[in-house]
Structure formats: C-alpha cells, structure tokens
C-alpha cells in the first residue's frame, strides 16, 4: 500500500473558517491543498516566513506590506469550497470505496480535522507574539503653546512677556535578546519672545541624546531573555502532540463507522437469506397443504417465521441506511447534494482473521509507550516545566542594572550682540544647533548604578512555588498517563485476542448450524421429521450466521482499538507524518 503524505503545511490562511486539508497522497496533493475556506486578505499578510515556519511575517515600516497590513487591511471573507476527490471514486454511479481510499475521503474532507488544526495554530501565533519584547518602536511628539503674561520686573524684559515655544522630540527604543536596553533620539525645540535681553530670538535648540541600560542580574543573557519564546515553541510542540491525539481519535471513529456500514451491510444480507428460506419453507408448506400432506393447522408457523423474516430485513435495511450516513457525514459526502445520496460500495469484505500469532503483550506496552503521543506530549510539559523553573528563578533576583548616557548640545537661531547700546543682529538658524550636535562640541555623559532589592517578594516567592508544583503535578501525571496507557493495551490485547476465539467458535458453530439445516431437510423430506424441527434448524442458522458478522465486525474495532492504543494506527494505515 502506498502511504498517505500527512502533510501538516501550517502556511495557510490563518483567520479562515476552515483550513486546507492536513492528509493527501502523492496523487492527491494538488486539489487536496485547496483550502476549506479563502479569505480577501493578501497571503503576505497572513502568511508565515520562509527562514522560520513558525513566525509570521511581520513587515517593517517602509515596506509596501507594512502600509498594507496596518491600513488597508480588509475584513476575511469565508468560502467553503465543496468537499474533493469524490470523483475519483465514483464508478456507474456508486462510489467504491476501500478503507484506504475511505481514509483519504476522510482526512481530506473532515471538517472536525481542519477544526482542531486551528488550535495548534493558535499555539503557532503565541510564538510570535514571544518575540514582541525584541521589537523596536518609534515616538515622535511635536508641541506648540503661546503665552501671553504680565511681567512683575523690569528684567523680564517687556511690560507684557508674549512666548511661544514649540518643542519637539523623536526618539528610538529597542531591547537585544542579552536584555540590554538602548535609546537613541532627538530634541528640537524653537522658542520666540519678545523679551529685550534675549540673545537668541527666535532660540534654536537641539540636542542629540544616546543611553544604554545593561541588566547585570535581573534579565541577563540571552537565554533568560528568549525563555518566552522557547516555552512558546514547547507549547506548540505539545498542542502538535494534542493534535495528533485527537487525528487518532476521529480516524479510530472513522474506521469504526466503515466497519459498522460492513456489518450492516452483512446483516441485511443474512436476513435476506433467512427470508429466502423461510420463503421457499412456506412455498413448500402451502404446496403440501394443497396435496393434503399436512393439517391447515401446520401452516401457520411457517406463515409467522416469514412474517418475523420481513420485518428482520426491513429493520436491517434501516439500520443500513444509517450507517451509511454516518459514514457519508464522516469523510463530507453530506455536504454535497451529487454524493449525498449515492449508493457506497464498500470492498474490503469481514473474512475472518486467519491463524495469527498470539500478541505479546509487554511488547505491545512498550510500543505504546513509545509510540503514543500522549506520552510525547507530557514528556514535553516536563521540559516545559523547567524551563517555566528557570524563568520564576530569574524573577527572583535583585533588578540590578547600569545605566550610561551621552548627550550632545547645540544653540541656533538670531544673535542680539550687544555691546553698549548698540545692538547688532547676526543672523542664524537651525542648521548651526545642528553643525554644534554633531560637533559634539557640547557633550553631556552620565552613568549611573540601579538597584531594586525586594525586601520581600511575596509574589515572586509564590510563582516559584507554582511553577515547582506545576512540575510535581506533571511527573505524577506522566506515571498516571503510563499506567493508563498500560492498562489501556493490556485490555485491548485481550479483547482481540477473545475476539479472535469468538470468531472461531462462530465459524464452528455457523458449520453445525448448517449441517443441522441440512440434516433436518433430508429427514423431512423422508418423512421423519415435521416442519417446526425444520423452521427452527433455519431460525438457528440464521442466528449462527448473525453471530458470526457481529464477531468478525468486533474483531476489526478491536484490533482498531489495539493499532490506536498501541500508536500504530497511522503507520498501519500508510499515514506519514511530516
């Protein structure tokens, strides 16, 4: 068998209702990878980038995606897209179907699929969103005020003091991953006034201003600072594990419902058989009654056994009818009005297991625990947990930091050199403030020691002691998980293998019942025999026949059951993960 290419592509449209479609095979990819639902949004802009699968794509300012995303961005538009591949099945109008060929319909078309995807998604954003505290930011802020007020002194320099002053201040923040904190920006400002002993009017100021702050206990080193984003990626790892749990989960009740379609399948056929003979039993009755070979009064049994017949095969037929719409709601036939109502032909046959091996039980538990994602998952909460340890740690310790800062001065605008009573205006602007900043003829340079000592940190203290239950929590879970996961195969191994011994006996019991039919025909027609022993030998073989269905259909849930507690489902199915 071919496998199935499980192709977990996260590069679709995040904020579709329903995603493209996680399984296809090598035949099948191209029209599988259609989306359920398609947004008006550009894919740039929801799309994650090529160095990192699991960040997505954040334009910066000056990009044309930028100005896109922040101010043309548009509201998603869903559209379901009919459900695929159908066509590929459909043979004079039926759609025959193999469970393999089933299993592809399902993982293509299973909306319960695409809708648990979305959550592993959402564990996907969360590892963005960690790199948030990296990101840089830019502030500007311009102001302009007039003041008019009354003077109380004679060196203010006018009778009424009339200003405006019009400052303005960009400025450029940014964290490294090691926790070191930079800034850098620039100050303008423009002041005029009419007072008389200004020398600068209007004044021109500007300044150029650096400052760094080194985190030396708290926050230091980039392992500390990337923890968020590690933690993130452990979540989305574990929610990816989740995940995978749940795809055994609807595969498992997909199968089953395939199984369940077989066994009524089987079972109308048994009832049809058991109306056939008790159709020719009363042909025959009413043939002997019409030659005088048997009172009026025998023949009302062999009416009442084809009575009980019609209403078996019409009770089978219905409960055919349902399951094949539960197999149709499973892989997405009921959302198509073409194969809504199309008769399914399903090919694998309920011939009983052959002589098998009897199945070692300890190696089946140590394959489930190896295999099963459940034990992956919390294995990965473990490490998860120590890496939370090691955050609450950090936090616990005194915020100690160095600061250093320089700043650069310059003084622009129109000179009053007065000398005497003569005044003589030297004419300026912005660009000589500008030719002193960079000059760096008039530095400013401070550095300086911060510390918060937490006298007490009850907070602190409490969160560590969270995060080491949370851990104690998980080792004792990931035991409860093992003992499960045993407890679980152990139980599964002896369901198949009782199964099995069922299956057996019904094929013993299904012969016997057969020759004693025949048995009790040839002693009728002889002559010493009456019809009752007869209809019951019928009524018998019939229940054999049922029995045996019901034992064989068992046996393929329970061997189901085994491949899915044992984590085996998907490689015995052919399903790949990637």
Known sequence: MA?????????????????????????????????????????????????????????????MAYFTRHFGQLAPRYELRLPAKFVDYAVDNKLELSLRSYLQLVLANNVDIDVQRLNVEIQ???????????????TGSFNSQRSVTPTTSSLEGAQTLNQLSQPSNFSYNQTLANGVQFNTGFT???????????????ALNAQLVSGVTIPLLRNRGTAINKLPITIARSRLRISQENFLTTVFQLLTTAEQAYWDLIGAR???????????????????SRRELELGAISPLDIYQPEANYASAEIQVLQARYRLQQAEDVLRRQMGADLDVKYRQMPINLTESVTPPAGEAEIDREKAV??????????????EELQTD??????????????????????????????FQRVGQNTTVIPGGFSDALDQVFGFGFPIYSFGLTMRLPIRDRAAAANYADAVVAKRQDILARRSTEQNVRQQVLNAVSQVESSKASVKLAVVAQGFAQKQLDAEQKKYDLGTSVIFFV????????????????????YRRNLLNLLRVTGELLDERGIKVQ
Do not use: C
């Not at 209809?535 to 068992?554: I, S, Y």
């Open 386 to 415: 120590d890496l939370v340890l090691k955050q609450q740690t950090n936090l616990l310790r005194p915020d100690f930091s160095l600061r250093g800062t320089y700043i650069s001065t310059g003084r622009g605008g129109r000179f």
């Open 124 to 138: 996907r954003n969360a590892i963005t969103r960690a790199y948030a505290p990296f990101d840089p930011f830019l």
């Open 188 to 202: 303008a400002s423009k002041i005029s006034t009419n007072n008389s002993f200004a020398f600068f009017n209007p």
């Open 266 to 284: 089987e079972s109308l056929r048994v009832q049809e058989k058991a109306l056939e003979l008790s159709a020719e039993a009363l042909k025959r």
């Open 366 to 379: 140590e394959k489930a625990l190896r295999l099963r994602p459940e034990i992956r998952s919390i294995n």
């Open 3 to 63: 496998p199935i290419w499980f192709r977990m592509n996260w590069k679709h449209r995040l904020l579709s209702l329903a995603t493209a479609t996680v399984v296809t095979t090598s035949s099948f990819a191209q029209q599988a990878a259609a989306p359920l639902g398609s947004t008006t949004a550009p894919d740039s802009v929801f799309s994650y980038t090529k160095k990192d699968k699991d960040l997505l794509e954040a334009p910066i300012f000056g990009q």
């Open 535 to 554: 209809l019951d030998a019928q009524t018998r073989l019939v229940n054999a026949e049922a029995a045996l269905v019901n034992q064989t259909v068992l």
